[in-house]
């Protein structure tokens, strides 16, 4: 877990409410999870009814978000005001509403647990309001996690769940879905409806659930690409090419093209032992021996080589310059491209 966030939780398990919360950034899955925890534990269901309200944000004025917060609990100890998509309340960009609220974070009412959700960026810090929210509320801003977080993030969001994953599992759950947070998660719970917590859940599983072949695959494709293996290349995209719904071609394009562009900053760094690329390239572990052997399958010229080839083909994918060529074989003249 972020460590900003375990921070928070912990306090908030322990019942420790602070008066204003202002959770933001790209990164939208912890601030769903603490919101929801505090709405979910910060009152009995008793108390629900008359304390706790849930607003939205392209509906709230400042004004109104504050009226609720300076309200006072009924036979309660606590109110809850959470104010969700606050990035799009009407004037929290104008003078006036940032003024309000910057009133409200430095005289907050201790009774009231107000909390903001601003998702998918954070506030201007060159205003007033940027600058000083963060210091009169208990605030977090959450990034997108590096593919070198993922492994550890699923195998904990596993184990919190009561359930044991082997590695190869994991690599598949954080490679196939990538840093959505959210999706990912979604995905885990898929796969453990109906798993025995005793057992524990292989790749071959995971692929399953989640809809990947195990044989083909755009895992096995990048490593029959790396070893320039054509006959299994030919297998792998024959079946794409049956299976085009599941397999489209422009996530398939970007997969590639992120594993070549990171291919050429490997090239340019200095230490090439799996420490130091996981480092470098801030990639999972389970991926950096891929890396090891495309460094040497592949010369730099290549590598810049394939990253225009690719580029070039998620163009024609998205219709253009494009002939009569349809996805598939644009996909396997590519691939041949790329790997002579």
Known sequence: MDASAKKIVDRLKAKKFDPVYLLQGEETYYIDFISNYIEAHALTESEKSFNQVVLYGKDAPVNV?????????????????????????????????????????????????????????????????????????????????????????????????GFQMDEGAIRVLAEYVGNDLNRLTNEIDKVLIGADSKEVISSTKVMAQVGISREYNIFELQKALIAKDTLQLTKILNYFEGNVKKNPGIPLVAFLFSFFSKLLVAVATGDRSEKGLVTALKISPFAVKDYISALRNFRPDQIVRNISLLKQADLKLKGVNVGSEDESQILKELVFKLIF
């Open 65 to 161: 978000i504050l009226t609720n917060a300076k309200r006072f609990p009924m036979m309660a100890d606590r109110q809850v005001v959470i104010v969700r998509e606050a990035q799009d309340i009407p004037d929290l960009q104008k003078d006036s509403g940032a003024k309000l609220l910057l009133d409200y974070f430095s005289r907050p009412v201790p009774s009231t647990i107000l909390v903001l959700c601003h998702k998918h960026k954070t506030l201007d810090k060159r205003k007033e309001l940027g600058k000083k929210a963060e210091q009169l509320t208990t605030s977090a801003t959450f990034k997108k996690p590096y593919e070198s977080q993922l492994p550890e993030f699923v195998a904990a969001y596993i184990s919190d769940k």
